[in-house]
């Protein structure tokens, strides 16, 4: 997570940040997404070419029926011969979409980075500002770098794991199973295990005028005829082409009868691959790469591979997943977050009380966070300061205010020199310097939002706490005729609880609750307080 994370400025509107650099569409024409026949020509007032099917200028076919000779149609319609053909023939069947393939049950956590929260939660304490905690959760959401990405495995009833989770140990990458891993080292890490060596060999007898290769990768496979063609086309299918059915992969192989194409096979054929095991006491030679796997799931899988049931990725990590499940499970879990971050709100709550900080909800909708829940100071029962009373009574009157016109107004700059009296121009401008009204202003602002008396939002509007609203008495219920026995086991029960001191503090604690919410411990949930 970045730990320049600046909320004064991302909090600003989106015309007051940073305007984007260059031109953003200076490389788009205007046809994008035009079919290339509707496209003009380069020169100014030129038409559209002709249609593809013949028709319109230059096209030698008529619209309404079949092929004309000399001006004259003969037939009609649009099938050979004459008539019209059942409109029935051209429906086609749907397509049949598959659904998507479930996603992997693996447990998912946003997690805001360390050092960016302790970075916030520092500029809330300095800035003694209140801001909404689900934008906060957005713009850590708005950057890799600010989160990572925590990974569990779920576990059923009888405690087996629900999907295995399994790491790299070279480069921390998860997969869902050992032969995605597997296939990630040998694919990346090659080298660090295994050398490959070319050895000559001798060339295959007899003489060979045609090769097959395959149309999809131009991958030659040699002559139909050749010992080893079967299993070089069932290798190159299996690799690269497991999708598609054999058949159909087998029918689009080609016949070339080009000499250079054959000549380079016959050469390919007079060297053989070998592999060399690396970091062995002894030499060990693997001639096929099938060799080379089962060589690696022997000796290095236990110590590469490994099973976990937690695994913390970092966010940009988390982008590049090579494990298409994971990847696209990842970005599920973003997408549900982007579009309302509970999860990772109720991570960030946790780590701001961490900090010391509070939350409580404007309106009882949005939940803040700032230094201090709001209190309401009761200026004719508390003996506070002229500045203050005075700070408070501009707030209560004028709702919504800024500090700015706070301070211009109760302690307003004096007036600045005229033209004659202004320094050359050649002279630098200082900087107006703060008076000492506007300074002791501005700690009693900073002393007032630290206690919870005033709160400063995120847009600079300025908000008296509010005096707690008395609770409603309840009217007393009429008791229900009973048995006298019942009656009797009532009056002792009732007896119990009016005598217990936990009934007797029960009114006394509701009441400073209500007057004095800052005293209230910080609540699980940070919803549970509001203004």
Excluded at 32 to 38: A, I, T
Excluded at 185 to 202: P, S
Excluded at 320 to 344: D, I, K, T, Y
Excluded at 381 to 392: D, F, H, M, Q, Y
Aim: charged share 25%; net charge neutral.
């Amino acid at each position: 997570m970045e730990t320049d994370l600046d909320l004064e400025k991302l909090f600003l509107p989106a015309w007051a940040q940073d305007k984007p650099a260059g031109n953003r569409y200076e490389k788009f024409t205007g046809n994008e997404g035009m079919k290339p026949e509707r496209r003009f020509n380069d020169k100014p007032g030129a038409r559209p070419g002709p249609r593809r099917d013949g028709a319109g200028a230059g096209g030698g076919g008529d619209r309404r029926g079949g092929p004309s000779r000399g001006g004259a149609r003969f037939g009609g319609g649009d099938r050979p011969g004459g008539g019209f053909r059942d409109r029935r023939d051209d429906r086609r069947e749907p397509v049949r979409r598959e659904p998507p393939a479930p996603l992997p049950e693996v447990g998912v956590a946003i997690l805001p980075g360390e050092q960016g929260v302790e970075s916030l939660a520092r500029q809330i304490r300095m800035t003694g500002r209140a801001y909404p905690l689900f934008q906060i959760a957005q713009l850590v959401l708005d950057k890799p770098e600010r989160y990572s990405v925590q990974l569990t495995v779920k576990k059923k009833a009888e405690g087996a794991p629900a999907q295995p989770l399994f790491v790299c140990a070279l480069d921390e990458t998860p997969w869902l199973s050992e032969e995605e891993a597997i296939a990630h080292v040998l694919k990346t890490q090659f080298a660090t295990f295994y050398q490959v060596d070319r050895v000559a060999t001798e060339p295959p007898k007899g003489v060979y005028t045609f090769v097959a290769q395959c149309a999809l990768s131009g991958v030659v496979l040699g002559p139909p005829n050749h010992h080893d063609y079967q299993n070089q086309l069932r290798k190159l299918h299996s690799e690269r082409f497991s999708r598609m059915p054999f058949d159909a992969y087998k029918a689009g192989v080609k016949i070339v009868r080009d000499e250079a194409v054959v000549k380079k096979w016959i050469e390919e054929q007079s060297f053989k691959t070998e592999y060399t095991v690396l970091n062995m006491p002894e030499p060990l030679k693997l001639a096929t790469l099938e060799e080379v796997e089962q060589h690696f799931r022997t000796t290095h899988r236990e110590t590469i591979i490994k099973s976990v049931d937690t695994l913390v990725v970092s966010g940009v990590m988390s982008r590049a997943l090579r494990s298409r499940g994971l990847q696209q499970l990842v970005r599920a879990e973003w997408e549900q977050q982007r579009h309302f971050p509970l999860q990772l709100a109720s991570t960030l709550s946790q780590q701001f009380a961490n900090h010391g900080l509070q939350f409580f909800k404007v309106n009882k909708t949005v939940t803040h966070v700032a230094v201090a829940r709001p209190q309401f100071l009761d200026l004719e029962a508390t003996p506070v300061s002229e500045n203050i009373k005075r700070i408070l009574l501009f707030i209560q009157e004028h709702p919504k205010c800024t500090r700015r016109k706070l301070i211009e107004t109760l302690a307003p700059a004096p007036a600045r020199p005229t033209v004659l009296e202004v320094q050359p121009a050649a002279a630098p401008a200082s900087p107006a310097e703060a008076t000492p009204e506007q300074t002791a202003l501005i700690a009693d602002l900073h002393w007032l939002a630290h206690q919870g008396h005033i709160i400063e939002f995120a847009d600079g509007k300025l908000e008296a706490a509010k005096k707690p609203l008395p609770k409603p008495t309840k009217p007393a219920k009429q008791p229900a005729a009973t048995s006298p026995v019942a009656g009797g086991i009532e009056a002792v029960v009732g007896a119990v609880i009016t005598d217990s001191p936990a009934a007797v503090e029960a009114a006394p604690a509701e009441a400073a609750a209500e007057n004095a919410a800052v005293a209230a411990p910080l609540p699980a949930d940070p919803a549970a307080a509001s203004v």
